[in-house]
Each structure stands twice: as C-alpha cells, then as structure tokens.
C-alpha cells in the first residue's frame, strides 16, 4: 500500500531564504508525483508535475526532483516570499485509475 | 483558474441528513475524482468516474455515492450524515484516467453538526 510523508510538517522562514520541502513515498511503482499548494480553506493548485521518466521540473523559483529508486522528491523555493506562504501538498500517481495519494503537506510561513 | 467548478462553496448539515455536492469538469474532460480531505489532512480519494462509469473507489462507505452525467459534469451524494463527515470535499477533472493532471476545483467545505 502506497504512503506518502512529508517532512517537516511545518516551517518557519524568513524572506529571502532559499529552503526545500520533502516527500517520500514507500512504493516506486509511480506514473508521476505532483505538488500541490493549498491557502487556507482554498482549493489545490497545481506547482509542478514529474513524470516517472524525469529527473526534474522547474517553473520560475520553484525546482521539483524526483528519485524513484529511494523513494523521495523536494520541492526547491528558491528567494521566498511572504505570499509563498501556503500548505504546500505532494502527491503520487500510481494506478490505472489516476488515483492521487497524497501526504499531510508541510506548512510554510514566510516572515517578512 | 483551472475551469473546474463546485457548488455549493459552504454547506451546514445535521446528522442523519443526506448532502449532493456538485462538480462541473473543465471543458474536453471526460474524467472527475472525488476527494475527502479532513482538518489538517491530505486529501483521501473517494472515487472516480470516466465516461459515466464508476472507474476505481478508495476506503469509503456505500453511503458515499455518485453519478457523472453525459456533460461529464457529477455529483456526489452522501447519506446518513455523520460528524466525521465534516471536511472539504474536492473534486477534479481530466483528460482519461492513467497519467493525466488532474484539475481542482476550490472545494465545498461540509459541516455536519
């Protein structure tokens, strides 16, 4: 059964710092693992998709890699921002039914 | 924007009561999921439908239930209310099942008191 986990589960940073979120999952046998960020009481946007043939994916100050050998992806947030501030989710995508399994998601407050 | 939309954006329930909450599918999607997720949780995948079929169910209760209609637009339905059915529920759409981004919509936050 896939598990996903997300470390830490909170973070407290202040502006400018460059910091890395991460995820791990127990089963390699993904499709692609997505990040997610979510405001509070708000809907998922998608950051960053990476298929299981990839490496990595990047999109302005955001880096994703993935390791499907070890299990474990980071998110790169390079220069943060107060409006960086959300609950960042990772997810897997393991089965024919495109079913994402998703961690608890790590907590980013970005002080000014 | 990711064209996908629910209604309604807040709902208060007893328990006992039965809920339908509405998801409408980005345009040229065929496929929406439905995911449960709890006060300080991940979201937990209740179930998918592709083409009007129900196409794969997580760890949920029969009283969880759903349709997708020929728009490709779905509901999903919850009877017997109970307390921990209190959570925001998320819906999404793709193109096809397997490896497809998925879409979320901004939610419909349950109560259910």
């Known amino acids: 059964k896939q598990e996903v986990t997300q470390i830490p589960a909170a973070l407290s940073v202040p502006e400018g710092e460059n910091l890395v979120l991460n995820c791990s999952f127990t089963?390699?046998?993904?499709?692609?693992l997505q990040w997610f960020r979510q405001d509070p009481g708000k809907g998922l946007t998608s950051l960053l998709l990476?298929?299981?043939?990839?490496r990595e994916q990047t999109s302005g100050r955001l880096n994703a890699s993935l390791d499907k050998s070890s299990g474990r992806s980071t998110l790169y947030i390079a220069a943060s921002q107060p409006g960086d501030s959300a609950t960042y989710l990772c997810?897997?995508?393991?089965?024919?039914?495109?079913?994402?399994?998703f961690g608890t998601g790590t907590l980013l407050a970005v002080q000014p | 924007e990711t064209g996908v939309t629910q209604s309604p954006t807040h709902l208060i329930k007893t328990r006992g009561q039965q809920v339908t909450l509405r998801c409408s599918s980005q345009?040229?999607?065929?496929?929406v999921s439905w995911y449960q997720q709890a006060l300080g949780q991940g979201p937990q995948f209740i179930f998918q439908?592709?083409?009007?079929?129900?196409?794969g169910r997580g760890n949920f209760p029969p009283r969880f239930s759903g349709l997708q209609f020929p728009n490709y637009s779905s509901e999903l339905n919850v009877n017997a209310l109970e307390l921990d059915d209190s959570a925001l529920y998320l819906c999404?759409?793709?193109?096809?099942?397997?490896?497809?981004?998925?879409?979320f919509g901004a939610g419909t936050r349950l109560s259910v008191l």
């Open positions: 999404a759409s793709s193109s096809g099942t397997g490896e497809n981004i998925q879409y």
């Open positions: 089963d390699s046998a993904i499709y692609n």
């Open positions: 990476i298929q299981s043939s990839q």
């Open positions: 997810a897997v995508n393991g089965g024919a039914t495109n079913k994402l399994i």
């Open positions: 345009s040229g999607h065929n496929t």
């Open positions: 439908y592709y083409r009007e079929e129900e196409n």
